[in-house]
């Protein structure tokens, strides 16, 4: 009679399988988390909790296999040094940076005398706005060209 294979997924390593556990736990941690970045502390505390006792020790590297494994099948998105988006929930800016998505459309407002003096970039799209007396209108070039010239300045440094 046959053996039974232990069912696993292979990772980029050949000798460093997921155990099927692990990709059920990832599954859930994934449900869980909506438009929330999580860290890789927060994967293998997940994994921890639901660990068989001979993997306990072992929770830390297996959860880094298992970021490894869903970055290369386009589950999950850098969001900065240290941590992580599902794609799903994310937007790409033109640097190539990732920001969470939220659910819900929110609003941002200024309050001011002076809308004129407030320019807004969407760093998805490139647009610029500038702030007029009842909404924000596209920017015209004097005002691309001082929001340039500000960014260029030495940190610190006013007029």
Request: aromatic share 8%.
């Given at each position: 009679m046959a053996k039974a294979?232990?069912?696993t997924?292979?990772?980029?390593s050949a000798r460093s399988p997921i155990p099927n556990w692990a990709l059920k736990g990832w599954t859930e941690f994934r449900k869980g988390l909506g438009a929330q970045?999580?860290?890789?502390g927060e994967v293998s505390a997940f994994l921890f909790a639901i660990a068989p006792?001979?993997?306990?020790?072992?929770?830390r590297s297996l959860a880094f296999r298992l970021l490894s494994w869903a970055r290369?099948?386009?589950e999950i998105v850098p969001c900065d040094d240290l941590n992580w988006l599902l794609r799903k929930h994310a937007r790409r800016l033109t640097s190539g940076r990732f920001v969470p998505e939220h659910a819900d459309i929110l609003r941002?407002?200024?309050?001011t005398r002076c809308p004129e003096k407030y320019v807004l970039v969407d760093l998805e799209r490139g647009d610029v706005w500038q702030g007029s007396e009842k909404s924000w209108k596209a920017a015209n070039d004097g005002a691309k060209r001082e929001v340039s010239e500000i960014l260029k300045r030495p940190k610190g440094r006013a007029v």
């Open positions: 294979k232990r069912k997924v292979r990772t980029q970045p999580f860290s890789l006792a001979s993997w306990k020790r072992s929770t290369a099948q386009g941002l407002q200024v309050r």
